[in-house]
């Protein structure tokens, strides 16, 4: 618009020498031109926005909009580094062509590239035009996207005019799954009695009686409809089996949005890890509530894809809580955001108890001495990036 309305200038300053050297009918007529071009222009951008509305016996004249716009978003779901086309449609409902309008998009720069936030295009009286973005996330998450305004102009360029638009899609983006060579579960051992993974565990959808609670009970046991009935707490028992189990406890306090990504990543990729070797698998992370395991890996992705970040209860007191209620042997993932030495020490404690503990870290969490500790204790610790292949 700026090099529109410094062309007209520089026509209208030239109309004005000229009549300056030469005065005659034709100069004249040539300077009217220039001066009525663009109020002509803006009245006929004006005049073809107008639409008659009837209510009741009258008729009434007001401005409509100067396109008629939908939009769609395919796909809406999708792993992170995919691309997703979000596509505009625009149709001109003036009696005059559009020569330049742009489509201004809205998006969170912070987390989402765009290959472009505007475009620029025209269309025909009556015309239609598509415009295409691509978007890619950076991260996981729910994002709203969609086309802010779009900026049109006169016949001549010289008047700008905004029509803004309400309507936003949301996408959502779930963490990528890297491969995982190898985890230390001790997948195979020659005694299954004394293999930390192949415990004598219980299969929880046959149930052999009921009992009264123990204090060494799982919440696991509990038969919530019957302890309300009785006023007390009652057990129940289930058939034996053996089962490998994994549980995946994840530090989900508030973070930064690039920790957050990683450690959904780690968490996910021990995931599907487990679920490929046959591992019956817990989600554990606060606000999680009636979890149970699962082998159903569909289900435990959404889940884990779902898990919020969010203000809550110190992590080394629900983790204290959590190894005071599970002494029976387990297989432990555990990704936290800082090692610190209570979690180190809860570790050590969890151990103590026959328990399987993996500590996953990351670079930016966890510095040389506090590895070598870990070493020292023979804490089994992963470095997620150098695992995944």
């Given at each position: ?50 639409h ?50 742009k ?38 998450g ?5 086309v ?66 123990q204090?060494?009970d ?16 009652i ?12 549980v995946?406890y ?46 159903n ?11 919020n970040?969010?203000?809550?209860d ?6 204290n809580?959590?190894?005071s ?41 966890t ?23």
């Open positions: 618009m700026a090099k529109n309305r410094l062309i007209y200038g520089v026509v209208l300053l030239a109309m004005l020498v000229l009549l300056f050297i030469q005065e005659e009918p034709m100069t004249y007529f040539a300077l009217y031109a220039v001066l009525i071009l663009p109020p002509l222009s803006l009245l006929l951008t004006l005049v073809s926005r107008l008659v509305e009837k209510r009741g016996a009258q008729r009434f004249l007001h401005l409509k909009d100067y396109f008629t716009v939908s939009d769609s978003l395919h796909p809406n779901n999708v792993t992170k580094g995919e691309a997703v086309q979000y596509k505009l449609y625009v149709k001109n409902n003036s009696f005059l062509p559009c020569i330049f309008a489509a201004r998009f809205r998006a969170d720069s912070t987390a989402l590239d765009v290959n472009d936030t505007e475009q620029y295009f025209s269309a025909n009286p009556r015309g239609r035009r598509d415009v295409m973005f691509q978007i890619r996330a950076k991260y996981r729910n994002y709203e996207v969609g802010n305004t779009i900026v049109y102009y006169d016949f001549l360029g010289l008047f700008r005019f905004k029509q803004k638009l309400d309507k936003k899609l949301i996408f959502t983006v779930v963490p990528r799954i890297r491969p995982i060579s190898f985890l230390p579960l001790d997948t195979t051992a020659h005694d299954l009695s004394i293999a930390r993974n192949y415990i004598q565990d219980e299969d929880y959808s046959v149930i052999s009686d009921l009992r009264q609670y204090p060494t799982s919440h696991r046991r509990i038969h919530w409809k019957a302890s309300a009935k009785k006023s007390e707490l057990s129940k028992n289930f058939g034996e089996m053996e089962q490998k189990s994994a995946l994840i530090d989900n306090t508030e973070t930064t949005l690039p920790r957050e990504d990683t450690m959904m990543e780690a968490l996910v990729s021990a995931l599907a890890y487990c679920h490929q070797n046959g591992y019956s698998i817990f989600l554990r992370y606060s606000g999680d509530e009636d979890s149970s395991f699962s082998t890996f569909s289900s435990l992705y959404s889940e884990a894809a779902n898990i970040f969010q203000e809550c110190p992590f080394d007191n629900r983790f809580r959590f190894i209620l599970h002494m029976e042997s387990l297989n432990l993932l555990l990704f936290v955001q800082n090692v610190t030495e209570d979690v180190i020490s809860l570790v050590h404690t969890f151990q103590q108890y026959g328990n399987n503990a993996i500590l996953f870290y990351f670079h930016d969490q510095g040389a001495d506090t590895l070598k500790k870990l070493r020292e204790l023979n804490l089994i610790c992963v470095d997620f990036y150098t695992l995944s292949c």
